[in-house]
């Protein structure tokens, strides 16, 4: 019974540390990683085409920018890990670990010590902020203000990069007008129980709906035999089903620690999370996840290796069920699904060709969007805690990154310029050139 209660008292520390370790593990085997452009890389190790070194120096170069400049500055404004942050350092650590049993285990241990470690550590940084002169965490927060609205509009650029800029503003004024009906009407009682629709969520799921009715009747290429993707990646697809097992563990753990708050799949559900609307940030991670079949069952079924959260649909499961010994087995349960299906999302994917070309459509707008939110999102943060000081910071530094020989991602700057102002008006403070808000 103690060793009951024990677990129970640390099972968020349980849990981070199983899903670090086995992410890394899936990474260093090459059964599964988290970077998208990341995934086509890998068969070009594990059918030895590259040396592992480069393996390591490419996932290295296409991700820490990202755990740096997006995924730990919106955690941190958050106080919830967006899963970026877990997952992308876990495909550098499994990558630059040998490809050996000695490596694999290694692999398993710095992935959990890195999980525990970023949970701790993400605390340890928010009580060090809220002990500064000026405390600028409510201000941080406003980061994700314009993700949670923007977020919504990326169906309708995706539609736009696919099929043109009618259809594109045909998608955004329907999504529009979605999202302002729910505004009006989206609150109602159904016996007894108040019920009430998230206005982004809901113009989100009908964009989603327009863009996939879009590709549906987008039937040039099929019947090309180049376009059988069951056929022509069929070891592919048995290469990921023989490793189903551990895929279901990641994807209940992954679930798991979505129900226990621990993480988030994307920044909008992660600050619907934070605010407590549990309803409203499942229903938009479903929407999300609709829009990334397409995405992640390609480059799966063309690649042989998998996504450690699958399709996303674990974190639907993680923020809709809140007994996290459930959502581990639903979670489970949906990454076998996933897997088992693959062969009948290559067969529809084939029969509906638009589908499968939305899927850098898709990867390219949700960019897009949420780079212009962020670095919006930093400004108002940054004008929130200096008015015009902040702004300066932020445009100054999203200018000067342009001239650097090694930039950061422009995901990165909004986000880094708003803590980098926070820091700046503290040691002024310090130094009485900046006043202390009484």
Same mark, same amino acid.
């Given at each position: 019974?103690?060793?009951?209660?024990?677990?129970?008292?640390?099972?968020?520390?349980?849990?981070?540390?199983?899903?670090?370790?086995?992410?890394?593990?899936?990474?260093?085997?090459?059964?599964?990683?988290?970077?998208?452009?990341?995934?086509?890389?890998?068969?070009?190790?594990?059918?030895?085409?590259?040396?592992? *070194?480069?393996?390591?120096?490419?996932?290295?170069?296409?991700?820490?920018?990202?755990?740096?400049?997006?995924?730990?500055?919106? @955690?941190?404004?958050? @106080?919830?890990?967006?899963?970026?942050?877990?997952?992308?350092?876990?495909?550098?650590?499994?990558?630059?670990?040998?490809?050996?049993?000695?490596?694999?285990?290694?692999?398993?241990?710095?992935?959990?010590?890195?999980?525990?470690?970023?949970?701790?550590?993400?605390?340890?940084?928010?009580?060090?902020?809220?002990? &500064?002169?000026?405390?600028?965490?409510? @201000?941080?927060?406003?980061?994700?203000?314009?993700?949670?609205?923007?977020?919504?509009?990326?169906?309708?650029?995706?539609?736009?990069?696919?099929?043109?800029?009618? *259809?594109?503003?045909?998608?955004?004024?329907?999504?529009?007008?979605?999202?302002?009906?729910?505004?009006?009407?989206?609150?109602?009682?159904?016996?007894?129980?108040?019920?009430? &629709?998230?206005?982004?969520?809901?113009?989100?799921?009908?964009?989603?709906?327009? !863009?996939?009715?879009?590709?549906?009747?987008?039937?040039?290429?099929?019947?090309?035999?180049?376009?059988? &993707?069951?056929?022509?990646?069929?070891?592919?697809?048995?290469?990921?089903? @023989?490793?189903?097992?551990?895929?279901?563990?990641?994807?209940?753990?992954?679930?798991?620690?979505?129900?226990? =708050?621990?993480?988030?799949?994307?920044?909008?559900?992660?600050?619907?999370?934070?605010?407590?609307?549990?309803?409203? =940030?499942?229903?938009?991670?479903?929407?999300?996840?609709?829009?990334?079949?397409?995405?992640?069952?390609?480059?799966?079924?063309?690649?042989?290796?998998?996504?450690?959260?699958? !399709?996303?649909?674990?974190?639907?499961?993680?923020?809709?069920?809140?007994?996290?010994?459930?959502?581990?087995?639903?979670?489970?349960?949906?990454?076998?699904?996933?897997?088992?299906?693959?062969?009948?999302?290559?067969?529809?994917?084939?029969?509906?060709?638009?589908?499968?070309?939305?899927?850098?459509?898709?990867?390219?707008?949700?960019?897009?969007?949420?780079?212009?939110?962020?670095?919006?999102?930093?400004?108002?943060?940054?004008?929130?805690?200096?008015?015009?000081?902040?702004?300066?910071?932020?445009?100054?530094?999203?200018?000067?990154?342009?001239?650097?020989? *090694?930039?950061?991602?422009?995901?990165?700057?909004?986000?880094?310029?708003?803590?980098?102002?926070?820091?700046?008006?503290?040691?002024?403070?310090? &130094?009485?050139?900046?006043?202390?808000?009484?």
């Amino acid at each position: 019974m103690d060793y009951i209660e024990l677990a129970a008292q640390n099972l968020n520390y349980i849990v981070i540390a199983a899903l670090g370790a086995l992410a890394s593990v899936l990474a260093n085997k090459g059964i599964a990683v988290f970077n998208d452009g990341f995934r086509p890389v890998l068969p070009e190790y594990y059918e030895g085409r590259m040396d592992r *070194k480069t393996l390591a120096a490419t996932s290295f170069a296409i991700s820490f920018g990202l755990v740096i400049g997006f995924g730990l500055p919106t @955690s941190i404004a958050a @106080s919830i890990i967006l899963i970026h942050c877990i997952l992308l350092t876990t495909d550098i650590i499994g990558t630059f670990c040998p490809d050996n049993i000695a490596g694999t285990i290694l692999a398993g241990v710095i992935g959990a010590a890195y999980g525990v470690g970023l949970l701790i550590g993400l605390q340890t940084i928010i009580d060090l902020f809220a002990m &500064l002169p000026i405390n600028v965490l409510p @201000s941080l927060g406003t980061i994700s203000t314009p993700i949670v609205v923007a977020f919504a509009i990326f169906p309708a650029v995706a539609v736009g990069f696919q099929f043109g800029i009618k *259809k594109g503003l045909i998608t955004a004024i329907v999504s529009l007008l979605v999202r302002q009906i729910v505004e009006m009407y989206g609150v109602f009682m159904i016996g007894g129980a108040r019920i009430a &629709l998230n206005r982004e969520g809901m113009a989100l799921l009908a964009g989603m709906i327009i !863009m996939i009715t879009y590709a549906i009747r987008d039937k040039e290429g099929v019947g090309d035999a180049t376009t059988q &993707l069951a056929k022509l990646f069929e070891e592919k697809v048995r290469r990921i089903r @023989s490793n189903f097992i551990l895929l279901a563990v990641m994807g209940g753990l992954v679930a798991a620690a979505t129900s226990l =708050a621990l993480v988030a799949g994307d920044p909008i559900s992660l600050n619907l999370l934070k605010e407590g609307s549990r309803p409203e =940030a499942a229903l938009t991670a479903f929407a999300r996840a609709i829009g990334f079949v397409p995405l992640i069952a390609t480059t799966a079924i063309a690649t042989g290796v998998y996504g450690p959260v699958g !399709m996303t649909f674990v974190f639907v499961i993680g923020l809709s069920v809140q007994n996290p010994y459930l959502a581990f087995i639903l979670g489970a349960l949906c990454i076998t699904a996933e897997v088992f299906l693959l062969n009948a999302i290559a067969v529809m994917l084939d029969k509906y060709p638009g589908v499968r070309r939305c899927s850098d459509n898709i990867r390219t707008a949700m960019s897009k969007v949420i780079e212009i939110a962020l670095l919006v999102g930093g400004m108002m943060a940054a004008q929130a805690m200096a008015p015009g000081f902040g702004l300066f910071v932020v445009i100054g530094l999203y200018c000067l990154n342009k001239t650097s020989k *090694k930039p950061l991602v422009d995901l990165a700057i909004g986000p880094v310029g708003a803590i980098l102002t926070g820091l700046i008006i503290n040691v002024l403070a310090v &130094l009485r050139i900046f006043p202390i808000p009484q």
